[in-house]
């Protein structure tokens, strides 16, 4: 996809539904936010876009950068340092108005995308993980000679997680008709996934258009009103989705990875996931330990009992601890006889000797970044 350049944006559309990660995004951006025992949740949209050639990208840090900077660099750990072109990250807009649209943000770098030669843009949001076939995808967009093409997840919605996300209106036939809020009434729905192809010219004129009628104060919202004159098409992704929106769905979706088939799924289908290295050594267990369907990453010492749980780099479980359905964070410390159950820690927190936490499946106790729980 040499001629088309990538966006990465997590709040790109998301005026809809409040993102709430509490504490875990206090310091950092929510993509920032580990995942999977080793990993953050942007290695997925970086991953994705070298696996499938696109060397321009921009990714449009948001607030609190510096753990971006720290972890992304310049790309290369996911050969996005080139010598031209590569990973550019967009920082902080120069207001501090949290409720500036995103038209404007995009309309602040438009010099950026009118003085690209690439054709066409893949926009994305990375808290949307999904092993999506690009290639396929944009053979069908160029094909059929779409000014946009929208991604979507047929859903189940039993228990209603995805009240008030975007959803697709599809004729009988499978073609867009426009774009919906869903508001829990079917079991299953389509699920547009904040992420498409588009011209170029058709991106910067949605933009300007937009923002100088103020008609749309979003993308989507933009392709939504102009629909009439604009040939959007659909991409159904076959992959499975992991959609997080807020601690109790980053929680969801991080326990399901303990669900083999589905790890093998997200992390080494088709391509690999890349993350940052880091020199460390192998996880020791002690005499005393006793670790059940759980993600450990390296550098982690265990002497107590884990199950059904994560635990990120450098995490210490002491002896007689025991830890269930947790995801604990980097080099967290896990006191001797501690009870660890239904939580997610920060990275560095303690929990001492002999304490007990304990929050719900549905809401899980979060522990703030180097906090510290005593008796």
């Known amino acids: 996809m040499k001629d088309c350049l990538g966006i990465i944006n997590s709040h790109y559309d998301g005026e809809h539904?409040?993102?709430?990660?509490?504490?875990?995004?206090?310091?950092?951006?929510?993509?920032?936010?580990?995942?999977?025992g080793r990993y953050r949740?942007?290695?997925?949209?970086?991953?994705?876009?070298?696996?499938?050639?696109?060397?321009?990208?921009?990714?449009?840090?948001?607030?609190?950068?510096?753990?971006?900077?720290?972890?992304?660099?310049?790309?290369?750990?996911?050969?996005?340092?080139?010598?031209?072109?590569g990973l550019f990250i967009n920082p902080p807009s120069r207001t501090s108005d949290q409720h500036r649209s995103l038209v404007q943000t995009y309309y602040d770098s438009i010099t950026f995308f009118e003085e690209s030669t690439a054709s066409?843009?893949?926009?994305?949001?990375?808290?949307?993980?999904?092993?999506?076939?690009?290639?396929?995808?944009?053979?069908r967009f160029l094909a059929s000679d779409n000014d946009v093409l929208l991604f979507y997840k047929n859903m189940e919605d039993r228990g209603g997680e995805y009240t008030n996300m975007n959803k697709l209106i599809l004729d009988e036939q499978g073609r867009f008709v426009n774009m919906g809020i869903n508001l829990g009434t079917k079991e299953a729905f389509p699920l547009?996934?904040?992420?498409?192809?588009?011209?170029?010219?058709?991106?910067?004129?949605?933009?300007?258009?937009?923002?100088?009628?103020?008609?749309?104060?979003?993308?989507?919202?933009?392709?939504d009103k102009e629909r009439k004159r604009l040939k959007i098409g659909v991409y159904e992704v076959a992959a499975p989705v992991l959609v997080i929106n807020d601690i109790y769905s980053y929680f969801q979706a991080s326990m399901s990875l303990l669900d083999q088939d589905l790890y093998q799924e997200i992390f080494?289908?088709?391509?690999?996931?890349?993350?940052?290295?880091?020199?460390?050594?192998?996880?020791?267990?002690?005499?005393?330990?006793?670790?059940?369907?759980?993600?450990?990453?390296?550098?982690?010492?265990?002497?107590?009992?884990?199950?059904?749980?994560?635990?990120?780099?450098?995490?210490?479980?002491?002896?007689?601890?025991?830890?269930?359905?947790?995801?604990?964070?980097?080099?967290?410390?896990?006191?001797?006889?501690?009870?660890?159950?239904?939580?997610?820690?920060?990275?560095?927190?303690?929990?001492?000797?002999?304490?007990?936490?304990?929050?719900?499946?549905?809401?899980p106790f979060v522990v703030g970044k180097k906090e510290v729980i005593s008796r």
């Open 17 to 36: 539904y409040h993102r709430d990660f509490g504490s875990l995004s206090e310091n950092r951006p929510d993509y920032m936010i580990p995942f999977g």
């Open 41 to 85: 949740i942007i290695d997925f949209a970086l991953s994705s876009l070298s696996n499938y050639s696109l060397s321009r990208v921009i990714l449009y840090g948001g607030n609190n950068i510096r753990s971006t900077l720290d972890h992304v660099g310049d790309g290369k750990n996911w050969e996005l340092n080139r010598r031209n072109n």
């Open 120 to 139: 066409n843009i893949h926009i994305m949001n990375p808290m949307m993980i999904t092993k999506a076939d690009l290639d396929e995808a944009y053979d």
């Open 192 to 223: 547009y996934l904040e992420r498409m192809f588009i011209k170029r010219t058709v991106f910067v004129d949605l933009i300007k258009r937009s923002l100088e009628r103020g008609t749309a104060t979003t993308l989507v919202e933009a392709i």
């Open 268 to 363: 080494f289908r088709d391509n690999m996931i890349y993350t940052k290295s880091k020199d460390e050594p192998s996880t020791m267990y002690a005499t005393t330990a006793n670790v059940r369907n759980s993600l450990v990453a390296n550098g982690c010492i265990v002497e107590g009992q884990v199950e059904n749980s994560i635990l990120s780099r450098g995490v210490h479980v002491h002896k007689d601890a025991i830890v269930r359905n947790s995801i604990l964070n980097e080099k967290t410390v896990v006191g001797a006889n501690a009870v660890v159950v239904n939580t997610i820690t920060d990275k560095r927190a303690i929990i001492q000797d002999g304490v007990t936490l304990a929050g719900a499946y549905s809401h």
